[in-house]
């Protein structure tokens, strides 16, 4: 016989890794108890990036002797008891997983009491065995201490990210809470250090201790409700950024759902500009009826019943507050000065052409310009074809080749006085503790939500600096899916697309003949991110189309 049942501690394990991803996971979790237990005040502490140690402190309901004893076990939750409950669930756990999930890949440890009990409890529980239990002083409240997470399981240890990594996705998920529940306490410390201390407060003062790079009197506090729903939260009346951020909530639970997505990019369709993304903190409650949360074990995606009122009512409310006269005031387009070739063309001293001439004039310079379409393709003539050029992209791939040539070098500026520049203070992390951008000739610093620039790259403009690494922000985050290589080319393609659109009117005719002479010899046929540059056709072509030949 081939066919065995998994010992169960097998199958504890192979459970825990789909609520278990990392350390944000764990941390997930247990905030969610925590405010389950309708904590006031939530502490997270976070060692080696949690990997060591992931601390939990509320001052909750708690926990006496006997739940404590069986907290952790499979199946175990003081949530629901039947099936019917699931359908008017407020609260954010029901599987009784997390516990045991968690507690079977780590050394956990809680701690907790109850207001009737004058003493607190503590147990431990190794790899889903309980080690110890007994009565300790305590508050009244729950401690959880997750140590050594995949201790007993390698292979996943190994995919545990680093501490930097690991922290920085736990800070994001610690983030979200604060966002969500506005009248808990919540702190964050980091390797001992305080990183957030946010009372409870509106989320206008939430959204500016945690994203200090959004101009705060840009942002607006929006409500509404229609039927059975209703509709709070915070937009940025700039949607001119480059990153956007659209964090959804929905009964106060973090989510990730297409549909809000959409329903906010269609609300905001009028004002955004091509390339630039909305910023828009929202929490939606709707009867628990009208949804489904039981799709997935990390519970992060759910579906609505009536997926069609949702989406009508999301962006129809966010469409009607954003036109709001006031918004049109506040709301400046900045535009981008869109260069007119067309102009240089025009000036070009007319000659008196004739056959002979041109041939002649194409001897002293084989590249003639002809004409310019649509502001963006320029036309050359050559000995032997037409050439039509893509502008925009040739300029891109030239500035793009440019910065790639300098690279190897690795040669960096140091400015005389450095530069400051206020950020989440995750992003901040991310971006001073990137290789990539050291590679570059960064020399960067992280002090809490300001990111200290000592050095530049040689060839970057001072002015480009704080563009150029908030846009290198989301790439940096993908490096592990991506690659070193293709994030370094993926950043810099954006950086040239836009040197290239603002330097672009400052070209001479002469200049741009330069452009397309350097991309024929180089031999480049496409722009950095892989559209084709040009498009040619010779005149036996030509001759042969109109039968001339
Ligand atoms: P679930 O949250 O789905 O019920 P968990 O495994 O996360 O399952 O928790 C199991 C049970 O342990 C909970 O139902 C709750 O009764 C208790 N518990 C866990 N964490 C806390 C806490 N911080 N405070 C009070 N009780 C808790
Ligand atoms: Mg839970």
């Known amino acids: 016989m081939k066919i065995k049942r998994l010992d169960d501690s097998v199958v504890s394990k192979i459970a825990a890794g789909e609520v278990v991803t990392g350390v944000h996971s764990v941390v997930k979790e247990l905030i969610e108890n925590a405010l389950d237990a309708g904590a006031r005040k939530i502490v997270v502490e976070l060692l080696n990036g949690g990997k060591s140690e992931v601390k939990v402190r509320d001052d909750g309901e708690g926990m006496d002797e006997e739940d404590l004893k069986v907290c952790f076990l499979p199946h175990t939750t003081s949530k629901i008891s039947s099936f019917s409950d699931l359908s008017s669930l407020s609260s954010f756990g029901f599987r009784g997983e997390a516990l045991h999930s968690i507690s079977s890949v780590s050394k956990m440890k809680v701690i907790s009491r109850t207001v009737s009990s004058p003493i607190g409890h503590e147990i431990e529980v190794v790899a889903g065995n309980m080690v110890y239990s007994r009565p300790v002083h305590a508050d009244v409240g729950t401690t959880v201490i997750v140590r050594d997470l995949f201790f007993n399981i390698p292979a996943r240890r190994k995919f545990l990210k680093s501490a930097a990594i690991e922290s920085r996705m736990a800070t994001e998920m610690f983030e979200k809470f604060c966002l969500s529940k506005l009248n808990v306490h919540f702190v964050l410390v980091r390797e001992q250090q305080l990183r957030y ?56 639970r973090f989510v990730t759902n297409q ?36 799709v997935h074990p990390q519970k992060l995606e759910i579906r609505f019943i009536n997926e069609e009122d949702v989406f009508r009512f999301v962006r129809d409310s966010l469409k009607g507050f954003l036109s709001r006269p006031i918004v049109k005031q506040v709301h400046v387009h900045e535009k981008v000065r869109v260069a007119e070739p067309v102009e240089f063309y025009r000036s070009a001293p007319r000659v008196e052409r004739t056959e002979q001439t041109e041939e002649k004039l194409l001897e002293e310079e084989p590249f003639r310009i002809v004409g310019v379409a649509r502001r963006r393709y320029v036309l050359f003539e050559r000995k032997e074809d037409l050439l039509i050029l893509d ?67 040689e060839w970057m403009e001072l002015s480009e600096v704080e563009e150029f690494l908030r846009d290198s922000i989301d790439e940096l985050k993908l490096i592990d899916l991506q690659g070193l290589k293709e994030t370094i080319k993926k950043i810099l393609a954006d950086h040239a697309c836009k040197r290239s659109v603002r330097t672009r009117d400052r070209l001479s005719e002469a200049e741009m003949i330069e452009l397309v002479k350097r991309i024929v010899n180089e031999g480049h046929s496409t722009c950095p991110h892989g559209r084709p540059l040009m498009f040619s056709m010779s005149f036996k072509e030509l001759d042969r189309f109109f039968g001339r030949d």
Request: hydrophobic share 40%.
């Open 259 to 294: 549909l809000l997505t959409n329903a906010v990019y269609a609300a905001f369709s009028d004002v955004l500009e091509k390339g630039k993304h909305p910023f828009v903190v929202l929490n939606l409650s709707i009867s628990p009826k009208e949804i489904d949360v039981n």
């Open 391 to 457: 502008f925009h992209a040739a300029h891109e791939r030239i500035i793009f080749e440019q910065i790639m040539n300098s690279l190897s070098e690795r040669k960096g500026k140091t400015l005389l006085v450095e530069m400051r520049i206020r950020m989440k203070e995750s992003d901040s992390a991310t971006l001073a503790s990137s290789q990539v951008l050291r590679d570059l000739g960064f020399e960067l610093e992280a002090n809490g939500q300001e990111l200290v620039v000592k050095q530049i790259p």
């Open 197 to 252: 201390d946010l009372p409870p407060s509106d989320l206008l003062e939430r959204i500016k201790a945690i994203f200090p790079d959004i101009p705060a009197q840009n942002l607006r506090a929006f409500e509404s409700e229609h039927k059975n729903m209703k509709l709070k939260g915070c937009l940025s009346l700039s949607p001119v950024q480059s990153r956007g951020m659209i964090v959804c909530f929905v009964n106060d």
